[in-house]
């Protein structure tokens, strides 16, 4: 008799996507893998009269009309006071910011910062030194920082043991079609944060989104957290139809 063994099948490889809780360090994260080849997901800035979402409610209610579901969401990155994205913003392959390659300070500009992109259902993440020229390789991009992780080392500015504790929020590259984004439900310092996405989902390359404000709607952990005030918003839905 042929004794032919299968590999597990993961939950992740069922579904469009996976929703988990975890313990890491001594803390909880909930996090969400994103199948690009399945999920329909997007950036959102501004609705199509020209104003802001500014939060998960209003895009929630925006696609219900739309004949969509709101499955996921979480903030896109950094934005100045009037709800501009800060750094490069590209929404179905039309660029609205263009690249900050400039230097200042905080997070954003902890250097190395980077871009969180995606087309024909590949997501990357690259150092911002390294996306000039490549601009149209994305149909969606936002750029943050710092990096959390650079080709599997840790940002060098990261302590272990840092008092420096906030909310945080971030994305992760699992391989060449899934992402994996992470919140932590509690404060954090970014050596932790970090560790998350190289210790328990292996990744090479992560970015951070944004800290304190950060926040994330995942019915599938009991998140519902519709309220905020945000820049760009990522979102994942299906037809409702």
Not at 135 to 153: C, H, R, V, W, Y
Not at 196 to 206: H, V
Request: glycine fraction near 10%; proline fraction near 4%.
């Amino acid at each position: 008799m042929l004794l032919i063994l299968l590999a597990p099948i993961t939950r992740a490889q069922e579904n469009e996507s996976a929703a988990e809780r975890i313990i890491h360090r001594e803390q909880e994260f909930d996090t969400y893998i994103v199948d690009f080849r399945t999920a329909s997901i997007a950036l959102y800035w501004k609705d199509q009269r020209g104003e802001l979402y500014t939060n998960f409610g209003n895009l929630k209610q925006q696609l219900k009309v739309r004949g969509r579901e709101l499955l996921f969401a979480t903030n896109a990155g950094m934005f100045d006071p009037t709800g501009k994205p800060v750094g490069w913003y590209m929404e179905n392959g039309k660029e609205l910011v263009p690249l900050d390659t400039g230097t200042g300070n905080g997070n954003f500009y902890m250097m190395p910062n980077g871009v969180f992109m995606w087309r024909n259902g590949k997501p990357r993440i690259m150092t911002t030194s390294k996306i000039k020229g490549m601009e149209a390789d994305a149909e969606f991009a936002t750029q943050s920082g710092p990096m959390l992780l650079i080709s599997g080392k840790m940002h060098p500015a990261f302590r272990e043991g840092s008092e420096n504790k906030y909310i945080r929020s971030g994305v992760g590259i699992l391989d060449e079609h899934r992402a994996v984004f992470a919140i932590s439900r509690g404060r954090c310092n970014f050596y932790d944060f970090a560790s998350l996405f190289q210790d328990k989902f292996n990744c090479r390359d992560a970015l951070y989104l944004d800290g304190a404000i950060s926040k994330m709607y995942a019915p599938e952990l009991d998140r519902f957290e519709t309220a905020g005030n945000f820049g760009a918003i990522i979102g994942v839905s299906r037809s409702s139809n």
